[in-house]
């Protein structure tokens, strides 16, 4: 419930801000970051379990999913609403203003076997895209170091019930793969720091 509440108020203020700025000059890139601070947190470190950060997230992946969001291809609770009062230049400011800064690094409660298991698969299996042990990412992959594990698991539930689209090389690698296995896998990308 509490939840609830953060976002309708958050998603409220992204609003207010939003409609205060189009009246006057330009917002710049940290004003209209600002609304999106709420449920991501301060420059982007989200402090939500199923929020995901935005800091230190490349250019390219928000932008990409910003315009996902935005078309309906990428299934969401509220971003998909949200993206839309949102120009593809103010789209691109923001990613710009987020892929400059520093990762969010977080400490959460994580099954050290489960860590071990990921580290080990990861390689073979997901550091074609997942770059640098998930703190990069190739072209529009988005990083996943020290990623909430809940926003992960979501977000890897979503994409095997098919409600949001794997890209088709990533498919292929996760398809074959133990439920166990690719849990082990997001327990290592959130460890990273
Ligand atoms: C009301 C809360 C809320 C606000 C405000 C909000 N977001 Fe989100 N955002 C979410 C949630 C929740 C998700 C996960 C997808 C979903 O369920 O909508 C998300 C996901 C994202 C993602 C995908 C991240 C990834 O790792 O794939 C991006 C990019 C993003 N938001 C950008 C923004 C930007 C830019 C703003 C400000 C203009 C913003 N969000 C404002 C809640 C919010
Ligand atoms: C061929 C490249 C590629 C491979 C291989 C790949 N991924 Fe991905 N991954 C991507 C891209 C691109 C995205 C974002 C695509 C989208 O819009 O859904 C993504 C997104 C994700 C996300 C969602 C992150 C977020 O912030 O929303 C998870 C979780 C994930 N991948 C896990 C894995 C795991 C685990 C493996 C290894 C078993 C893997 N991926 C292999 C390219 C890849």
Avoid at 21 to 27: G, K, R
Avoid at 44 to 64: C, F, N, R, V
Avoid at 158 to 186: F, H, I, N, Q, T
Wanted: glycine share 8%; charged share 25%; proline share 4%.
């Amino acid at each position: 419930m509490r939840m609830k509440k953060a976002w309708m108020g958050a998603a409220t203020l992204a609003g207010a801000l939003f409609a205060g700025a189009a009246s006057a000059a330009p917002p710049t890139a940290e004003m209209l970051s600002n609304a999106c601070a709420g449920c991501h947190g301060t420059k982007g470190g989200s402090a939500g379990l199923t929020m995901p950060s935005l800091a230190g997230q490349s250019k390219e992946a928000i932008i990409d999913a910003m315009k996902k969001f935005k078309s309906g291809e990428r299934a969401a609770t509220v971003m998909g609403r949200l993206a839309k009062g949102y120009t593809d230049a103010e789209i691109v400011a923001m990613g710009e203003y987020f892929s400059k800064q520093k990762l969010h690094a977080t400490n959460q409660m994580l099954d050290k076997a489960k860590v071990a298991k990921g580290a080990s698969l990861q390689e073979a299996n997901c550091s074609r895209c997942h770059l640098e042990d998930g703190k990069e990412g190739k072209d529009e992959t988005p990083a996943m170091a020290s990623q909430w594990l809940p926003y992960l698991q979501m977000q890897m539930e979503m994409y095997l019930s098919g409600k949001r689209k794997m890209p088709e090389k990533m498919e292929e690698k996760v398809k074959p793969m133990s439920k166990e296995d690719l849990d082990a896998l997001l327990h290592f990308y959130a460890s990273v720091k």
